[in-house]
């Protein structure tokens, strides 16, 4: 059974301040997503990372997917209060894996005050 | 844009009653889930369908059942509702064969069962 932990599980900062959260696992993924969920709203889809060791950018989002394949970071720089939200990360399973079933962690509850 | 709409944003419903929670697509997605969402526990896979009238029991299918009649709908029944029901239930759906596309999301359906 694959474990997935995301850190940390809330997170309260200034508006302008930087923060990374974490989503990492003791089994190795084929790929990854993050979503970011505003209250209210369904999940919507950032990124997806799928080559270990892989760094996307998204405006002041930084992505980056371990040279392992077993965790992930994602970075905000300049934090405003529009980034509230809870971030998703959202492993896919190796080839062979069902990868219909994709499991969520339990997410990164962000709140950025003006 | 994709669009999933979920019937009901607000539902109470007594225990022991029957409740239908509804899901469309506007997409022509192959693959439609649904979760529920409780603080803690994250995002949980209850059940999903990769074709019509085909379905697959997800983690937690305890409780529910589903239907798939159209490609563009896809319901989850609650045969008799009970308290441990009481939840955020949130329908996907996404495109990729492979079940590894991106999930779009519906805003969310919150069910209190009394």
């Known amino acids: 059974t694959q474990l997935l932990e995301q850190s940390p599980q809330f997170l309260s900062i200034q508006e302008g301040e930087n923060l990374t959260v974490y989503c990492n696992s003791s089994?190795?993924?084929?790929?990854l997503q993050w979503y970011r969920q505003e209250p209210g709203e369904g999940p919507v889809l950032l990124v997806t990372?799928?080559?270990?060791?892989e760094v996307k950018k998204l405006k002041r989002l930084t992505f980056q997917f371990g040279d392992a394949r077993k965790d992930s970071s994602l970075h905000i720089t300049a934090a405003q209060p529009g980034d509230t939200g809870l971030y998703l990360c959202?492993?896919?399973?190796?080839?062979?894996?069902?990868?219909?079933?994709?499991?969520f962690g339990k997410g990164t509850l962000l709140t950025v005050n003006p | 844009d994709v669009k999933v709409t979920q019937s009901s944003r607000y539902l109470v419903k007594r225990t022991g009653e029957k409740v239908f929670l509804e899901c469309v697509q506007d997409?022509?997605?192959?693959?439609m889930f649904w979760y529920r969402q409780d603080p803690g526990l994250g995002l949980r896979l209850i059940y999903f369908?990769?074709?019509?009238?085909?379905?697959e029991k997800g983690d937690i299918p305890e409780g529910y059942s589903v239907s798939r009649e159209k490609k563009e709908r896809f319901s989850l029944i609650l045969e008799s509702a009970s308290t441990n029901q009481t939840s955020m239930y949130l329908c996907?759906?996404?495109?990729?064969?492979?079940?590894?596309?991106?999930?779009?999301f519906g805003e969310g359906s919150r069910l209190t069962v009394l």
């Open positions: 990372v799928v080559t270990g060791g």
């Open positions: 369908s990769y074709d019509v009238k085909m379905k």
């Open positions: 959202a492993p896919h399973p190796p080839s062979g894996g069902s990868n219909y079933k994709l499991t």
């Open positions: 089994s190795v993924f084929s790929s």
């Open positions: 997409m022509d997605h192959e693959n």
């Open positions: 996907a759906s996404s495109f990729d064969s492979r079940g590894l596309g991106e999930l779009f």
